[in-house]
Each structure stands twice: as C-alpha cells, then as structure tokens.
C-alpha cells in the first residue's frame, strides 16, 4: 500500500498517523519531507539568529573592532547559525532512528527516521519560544517558565544542572509520548523496552546539550 503520510498529523492525532504509517508499504515522496525538514530547521536557526540570540560574546567586542568587522561577524555567526540548523536536523533525525532501529524486529528505518521528523518539529517550536522569552522577559533558554530549569536555580548553583533540568520541559513530555506511540506501532516491542530506549537516548542528549552549554561549546543547540 503507498499512501502519503503528513507529519503535521503525527502531531495532532498521533493514533492515526502511525496506524497509517505501519501500514504503509512505499513512503511517498520521503526526500522532499527530509529537504523540507531541513530547511525548516535552517530557517528556525536563522531566525533565531536575526534576534540576536546567541550572539552575547559578540556584542562585547562591539567597541574593540571596527563597524565592518563587526558586521562581518555578525554575518559569520548568521552563516555559522544556518549550518547548524541543518547539523541538527541530522542529529535529530538520524542518529536516535538508528537507536531505535536496534530494537526493531520489523520496523523500516524510513519509518522511524519519520517518527523522528515530528520530534523535529516538536523541537523548533520549542526553539522558538526562546525569542519571545529573550525579547521580552530577558531569560535565557534554560530559565524557560516551560521547563524545570526555573526551579533548578533554586535548589542549585551547579551551572550543569541547571542546564540539565532546562533542557526538561513540557515540549519534552509530548516528545516522550509521541516516541512511545510511534515505536510501540513500528516495533511492536514490550512496552518496558521501548521506555527504557526512550528514557536513555533522551538522557544521553540532554547530558551532551547540557555539557556543550556548560562548556559554552553552544549555543540554543
């Protein structure tokens, strides 16, 4: 059976993107979802960019270098900015989908590299909470009302643990839940497994996000 499958529906009736997905034999038009997803992620980048975000060790050099150098910066950080959105659209897409197809018995790695192209998306939305909280409350990403890194910062003064715990947000439940919805459908795995291969792989790259933040490596990865 070939069927179009829309990703925007994995995210408002998840039950019935992945009944269709399961059921799909040929993915139709499975490059042109990847190339928009890409650029999707390039564009949130960029946009982000465009505010400012980010940009704090550039800003101080703003009265020891020359206007011209200054905007050349400005332009490599913009450049720098789009290139990571497409680094992380590959991340995101592919690296957790080869995790989860290790515990496949019959789920297509196409599938699951879709399942991943929801969380994508999940995660720019996320990503694009950040201007209106920067804009206009002044927060950083990781002191986000929507996550517990609110909360950390007051029972901590552990920079890494703040950057753990706000990295933990609400977006990050959906993304659980739809993980849970999606490699229960493609693997048909015990429900224990599929948790526990949730629970790490999030684990791991919160523990890597947080540690490149602390290390000051990144910014809004």
């Known amino acids: 059976m070939h069927r179009e499958v829309r990703l925007f529906k994995g995210i408002t009736q998840p039950s019935i993107f992945f009944y269709q997905l399961t059921e799909t034999e040929k993915l139709e038009n499975f490059r042109r979802k990847m190339f928009l997803l890409f650029f999707f992620s390039c564009i949130t980048f960029g946009f982000i960019a465009f505010f400012g975000l980010g940009m704090d060790s550039l800003s101080k050099e703003l009265t020891t270098?020359?206007?011209?150098?200054?905007?050349?910066?400005?332009?490599?950080?913009?450049?720098?900015?789009?290139?990571?959105?497409?680094?992380?659209?590959?991340?995101?897409?592919f690296i957790p989908s080869l995790i989860f197809w290790t515990i496949s018995d019959n789920g297509e790695y196409k599938?699951?590299?879709m399942t991943q192209?929801?969380?994508?998306?999940?995660?720019?939305?996320e990503k694009l909470t950040y201007i209106p909280l920067s804009l206009f409350l002044s927060l950083d990403w990781?002191?986000?009302?929507?996550?517990?890194?609110?909360?950390?910062?007051?029972?901590?003064?552990n920079s890494l643990v703040m950057y753990f715990l706000g990295i933990a947000s609400i977006f990050k439940v959906w993304i659980f839940y739809i993980q849970y919805k999606g490699l229960k459908s493609l693997t048909q795995q015990k429900n224990w497994l599929v948790w526990l291969v949730i629970l790490l792989t999030n684990l791991i790259f919160w523990a890597i996000t947080a540690l490149l933040a602390y290390l000051n490596i990144s910014t809004l990865i």
Not at 66 to 82: A, D, N, V
Not at 143 to 148: A, I, M, Q, T
Not at 150 to 155: F, G, M, N, R, S
């Open 117 to 125: 192209g929801i969380i994508l998306i999940i995660l720019l939305l």
């Open 111 to 113: 599938k699951l590299v």
């Open 65 to 93: 270098i020359s206007p011209i150098t200054y905007e050349l910066e400005k332009f490599l950080f913009f450049l720098g900015r789009l290139l990571a959105g497409l680094l992380y659209a590959a991340i995101i897409l």
């Open 142 to 157: 990781h002191s986000s009302p929507l996550s517990l890194g609110v909360l950390a910062q007051y029972i901590t003064s």
